[in-house]
């Protein structure tokens, strides 16, 4: 009989009315109470780890339900964390890289209407989230909407609806249906390796959105504040030089041995700097390039690289290097 745990983090899932609006106050076997009664083939015992909106999730929150994974890992089968929504993607591409060589199942979910609501998506994408943390898989996973999306490749896309979340640049993991997981292509957990856990981060990570008319002055400001900056600008990742240059403090930045990514604000395939003169400017300087990563997975994987290293050679080799699948091969 696969034995799971799951662990609670609170979210909407977790939420109940109060006098300033919905906030997480279910413990995990509250939760649980919800469900239907337990398959005979699986056993869920469940824990409370913190119960917080996850707009309120800090990178002190992933270590701890990471060590909490790792503490645990040889007494489960599989693991289910109920999550709120807007941070999700976020938390699950941190723990891909914390976690290294799984051969289970960690399998994230949550809900965009609480599990004590008549009319609710959060008893379906728990009861679809036990389902598949019985999988012989290993990885980090969310699971939503009938859906199952690698950890490195979610985002979300809506607030309100069920379907809150797409898989960007990556395939589907599987569909889930009642007990029915269908799989887009068969998929075998690694043999022979041993759990690592990597826990070493550098939260001082900003992401930076361009718009037309974007000031240089503003790079000043954060370059005093952080170790790395990811700029999310237009089309294919190029940077304006043109009246407000902002190429000569990119160069100013890297020169410091500040981390500099370049991404999209675009959600489908990815930046190519050198497509265009643009991009071919910036990438003169010591740019890491991000390809088709998401900034959800960007933004943990820098702090996670700086964890180690502020080599800007070894942070590029780093970052550049596919991790959990979060980077499409040439």
């Known amino acids: ?17 109060g006098t300033e609006g919905l906030a997480p106050r279910m413990k995990a076997e509250e939760l649980m109470s919800y469900l239907p009664v337990q398959n005979q083939s699986c056993q869920v015992e469940s824990k409370l780890l913190m119960n917080m909106d996850s707009t309120n999730m800090q990178p002190e929150s992933w270590v701890k339900i990471a060590e ?7 007494r489960y089968d599989g693991f289910v964390i109920t999550h709120g929504t807007d941070t999700m993607a976020y938390t ?42 019985c999988e012989k898989i290993g990885g980090v996973f969310i699971v939503f909407d009938g859906k199952v999306i690698q950890g490195t490749r979610a985002v979300k896309m809506r607030t309100k609806s069920y379907d809150a979340f797409e898989s960007i640049n990556h395939p589907y993991v599987a569909y889930i249906d009642g007990l029915d997981v269908k799989y887009g292509k068969p998929i075998s957990p690694p043999k022979n390796v041993v759990l690592k856990l990597d826990t070493s981060l550098c ?15 503003l790079f000043d400001c954060l370059k005093q504040l952080y170790k790395g900056i990811i700029i999310e600008s237009f089309g294919s990742g190029g940077i304006p030089f043109q009246g407000r240059n902002l190429l000569p403090k990119l160069q100013e930045m890297s020169s410091m041995g500040m981390a500099v990514v370049i991404t999209t604000q675009c959600l489908e395939e990815g930046e190519d700097v050198g497509l265009y003169e643009v991009g071919r400017k910036a990438a003169q300087n010591m740019i890491i390039l991000s390809r088709d990563m ?37």
Do not use: C
């Open 1 to 17: 009989m696969k034995k799971l745990l799951l662990v609670a983090t609170g979210g909407t899932i977790a939420s109940v009315e």
């Open 294 to 330: 998401n900034t959800e997975a960007i933004v943990p994987k820098l702090m996670w690289v700086l964890g180690k290293t502020h080599d800007l050679h070894e942070v590029k080799r780093m970052m550049e290097t596919p991790i959990a699948n979060d980077i499409t091969p040439y």
């Open 68 to 74: 909490t994974i790792y503490e645990n890992y040889d």
């Open 203 to 217: 939260p001082d990570v900003f992401v930076m959105k361009l718009v037309p008319g974007a000031k240089p002055e």
């Open 92 to 133: 699950s591409a941190a723990l891909s890289y914390m976690l290294q060589n799984l051969t289970k199942p960690i399998v994230i979910t949550g809900s965009q209407v609480p599990i004590s609501f008549g009319r609710t998506d959060a008893k379906k994408n728990m009861a679809d989230a036990i389902r598949f943390a």
